[in-house]
């Protein structure tokens, strides 16, 4: 009965190692890259060269390493995990990491058919349509898809309530990497994890307390610009 538990736990752990590895692949056109490196590990993003504006802000924000001593403030596992909050540099346990008052927005840069969101893509938070019927993005704020599998039903069902049309790469996307496709067409994708996916499985995993704040501050300790992380070299 041991050995038989031990082998089962043995197979779980390798199915969501193999998960956690799973990510599809780049196939928007990528000049810029940066390492994130926090206290779960580190990753690389890829910033898609189809949202210049959303580029170039967080490039300069890398830059004035603006992201350093930050944290990711909101966790949701099998969802995404949100960082960029600049107040929230050096937080303390006590903060309410829910204000922000960087109020300067970024045009919305939304291509559902090029930039969609699989597991892995980098996306800009934003303002509730309310008050920002717009969809305009937070100038800082970001957030990376972990999410969860769709089948064919799920995404017909979707098209038929909100009127999208998923392509036959995005549904095998989303069916074989998973992804959160409910927020297409509404949030901007700017880019996507080339590397360490595994590193933000971690961190969607830590424990949270009722308002999705980890109870351990997961932090951004540098971000810097790097060389495309899956090059071949000669």
């Known amino acids: 009965?041991?050995?038989v538990a031990l082998l089962t736990l043995s197979l779980v752990l390798m199915m969501s190692a193999a998960w956690a590895q799973l990510k599809a692949p780049c196939q928007?056109?990528?000049?810029n890259f940066v390492k994130i490196e926090t206290n779960k590990g580190d990753f690389v993003v890829a910033l898609y060269e189809g949202?210049?504006?959303h580029r170039d802000n967080f490039?300069?924000?890398?830059?004035?390493?603006?992201?350093?001593?930050t944290i990711f403030h909101r966790v949701i596992n099998r969802f995404m995990i949100q960082g960029g909050n600049l107040m929230t540099r050096n937080a303390t346990p006590e903060m309410d990491v829910s204000l922000d008052t960087i109020s300067r927005r970024l045009p919305a840069e939304i291509d559902m058919v090029r930039f969609f969101h699989k597991r892995g893509a980098l996306c800009a938070a934003r303002e509730g349509d309310e008050v920002n019927p717009e969809k305009a993005s937070s100038s800082t704020q970001f957030y990376i898809?972990?999410?969860?599998?769709f089948t064919d039903i799920d995404l017909d069902e979707m098209e038929r309530s909100k009127g999208n049309s998923?392509?036959?790469?995005?549904?095998?996307a989303y069916k074989m990497y998973g992804g959160t496709p409910h927020l297409d067409d509404h949030y901007t994708v700017f880019g996507e994890v080339v590397k360490g996916m595994d590193v933000v499985e971690k961190i969607q995993s830590v424990k949270t307390n009722a308002e999705n704040r980890p109870t351990k501050d997961v932090v951004i300790r540098r971000m810097t610009l790097?060389?495309?992380?899956?090059?071949?070299k000669k």
């Open 1 to 3: 009965m041991k050995r």
């Open 28 to 31: 928007e056109e990528v000049k």
């Open 51 to 53: 949202t210049p504006a």
């Open 59 to 69: 490039l300069r924000l890398v830059q004035e390493r603006a992201y350093e001593q």
């Open 145 to 149: 898809v972990t999410g969860t599998y």
């Open 166 to 172: 998923y392509t036959p790469e995005q549904r095998e």
């Open 226 to 232: 790097v060389s495309n992380p899956n090059a071949t």
